[in-house]
Structure formats: C-alpha cells, structure tokens
C-alpha cells in the first residue's frame, strides 16, 4: 500500500513538471482568442478592432474580447503580443505607427516589427486628417502657410512623439518650410476631446477619429495625408495642394511570430470574410478605412520596404524617440 502511494505521488510530480500538450492546430480555436489594442479606448484604431472582432469571432466560432493597454505611440501594447504565446490565442492591430514607423524612431525598440510577429493580413488603408477647430483662421494648407508667414505661432497636436501624425506634420513643415509646435498626446480620443473642448487648435487625427466630427460640423479638415479619402471626398490631399506625398497608410492584423500556419490561416480566411461583409464595409468606409484584404506575407514584405523609406524622414526630421 505504502509502495502504491508513493508510485502515484511521484508519477503526479512526473505530470506536473511535463509541459503541458499543445493544442493541435487543426483544432482552433478552443476557446477565447484576446484582441490585444495598443490603441486607447474610443480612438479609431479601437473602433476597427471591436467592429473585426465581433465579425471574426462569430466566424471562427469562439468570442474575442478585447484589452486595451496603450503608451510610447503603441508600442508598449505591441511589445506585449511580441512576447505572448504564439498560439493564436492573442491577435492585435497594427497601423503605421506601431509596425513601419517605430523602429524608425526608436533606437531601442523592444520588438522587431517584421520578425517578431505573424502577419496575419491587410485590412484596409487611410489617410491622416489635418484638422482644426471651426474658427481657425485657415481651411488648407495655403492658408496654414501665409498663416505661418504673418509670424503666428502654430502647435498642433498628435497622438505621441513618433506617431504617424508626427510623421505627417513634419512632412508638411520640410515641404513647405514652415514652422509648427508639436504637442503629443496619450491618445486619439484625448486629442479630438482637446480639440473639441478649444484646448488645442490644430491637429493630426486618424480618419476613424476625424471622419465622423468633420461629417457633423464639429471640426473641420484642411487636407489629408495620403489619398484623398472616400470617407471625406471634398478634402483636397496634401499632393494636390503642393506638398509632395501620396503614400498609402496601412492598417493590419498581427499576432506573435511562429504561430503554426493552419492557424494563421484560419485567423486570415476569417479576417478576409469579415472584410466581405456589407456591413463591416460601411462601417469602415464611414470611419475613413478604405476595406483592403492583402495577404499576409504580401503585407509584410511591403512592411519591411516601407520601414526603410520612412527611415530617411525620421533622419531629416530629426524625430528620434530617446
């Protein structure tokens, strides 16, 4: 009896000390998948991720529920899918900030954008509004510049040191020679709050942020950086207003690299079907998101070759993050 127990007692500390089976792939998933956003709650990178969330979780056939865990522009939130499981149990967004233009900026980077993550597709691509408050003495970029010239001090604001925003304003100051202040702030969402309260008087928004305040009169736009967007067809873009840019602003899906290929591509067919439906289109249409599916591997090859582009602005801008 006394040489049975301690044949299961150390068969039980045998089992404790194995690793624990993985999950075959064929079978995922089976249970909760985590959508972890590095976008704060409310912003337009938040509103993309809830909307695919719903549509993919019905697909895939389990729920995802969302976490939020902002700062650095994105990067903390991008850094903590890097290090999770690659199992297909954490996903994430990521726009241009977090997955081309960080490692231009940050010399220290705690992840690698390309080879730390499984690139699991495109889903659309925007532009980034300049916007302002209604009373603002200029409605383009023409009349930001004699603005400018009349020797008016000028700060906008950006959602951080290193985001896209940045990066779209100092394009604008190297093509037209002007001079602005940048103010960052923790967040799209505090941004137009400041800019709707009268606290800040220009700034650079996401079209998920910026669309639905510029279509009820509550701000108003004087260009965009990028394509002229779909979402807001009467504001001219920066290139057909003299600045020299037309890069398309690319949003995608990610989870942690080394994730078995039967998942990532389930997690791709179900991101790709979402893009599909009506309703998900329209609803990214109205947020300023143009719906484009982009493979995977596709997507991060184009990633890769845009890093190295926007790395030359960050130089000649100076924009460094310490």
């Known amino acids: 009896m006394m040489l049975r127990t301690v044949t299961l007692s150390l068969l039980a500390l045998l089992s404790a000390a194995l690793p624990a089976r993985a999950e075959d792939p064929s079978a ?80 220290k980077l705690p992840y690698d954008p390309i080879k730390d993550f499984t690139t699991i597709g495109r ?18 970029v023409k009349g930001l510049i004699a603005l400018a010239k009349k020797g008016e001090p000028i700060q906008y604001g950006s959602w951080g040191v290193g985001s896209t925003g ?12 002007i001079k602005m202040g940048h103010v960052p702030f923790n967040g799209t969402a505090k941004l137009a ?30 260009a965009a950086c990028g394509e002229r967007s779909p979402s807001l067809p009467d504001v001219a873009s920066y290139k057909e207003q003299g600045v020299a840019f037309d890069r398309s602003l690319a949003w995608a899906m990610y989870a942690p690299a080394g994730l078995a290929e039967p998942i990532a591509s389930k997690l791709s067919a179900a991101l790709k079907e979402a893009l599909g439906d009506t309703e998900v289109r329209e609803k990214l249409f109205t947020l300023g998101i143009t719906p484009q599916f982009v493979a995977g591997a596709e997507q991060r ?17 100076g924009i460094e993050v310490k």
């Open 28 to 107: 995922y998933p089976t249970h909760k998948i985590r959508m972890l956003l590095p976008f704060a709650a409310g912003g337009g990178g938040d509103v993309i991720g809830r909307l695919l969330a719903d549509k993919m979780g019905k697909s895939l056939g389990e729920s995802i529920y969302i976490e939020n865990h902002t700062g650095a522009a994105g990067t903390l939130g991008t850094q903590m899918v890097a290090t999770s499981p690659p199992d297909g149990y954490t996903i994430t967004i990521g726009g241009m900030t977090t997955h081309v233009l960080a490692p231009a900026i940050y010399p």
């Open 123 to 140: 889903i659309g691509t925007s532009s980034i509004m300049l916007v302002a408050t209604k009373d603002f003495a200029a409605n383009d």
């Open 166 to 177: 940045q990066f779209c304003a100092e394009i604008l100051t190297q093509q037209t020679g």
């Open 193 to 222: 709050g400041d800019l709707l309260g009268g606290h800040i008087s220009l700034a650079m928004l996401d079209m998920a942020t910026a669309t639905p305040l510029v279509k009820d009169g509550s701000i108003k736009a004087l």
């Open 301 to 317: 090859d184009i990633n890769a070759r845009d890093i190295a582009a926007w790395k030359q602005v960050a130089k000649d801008a």
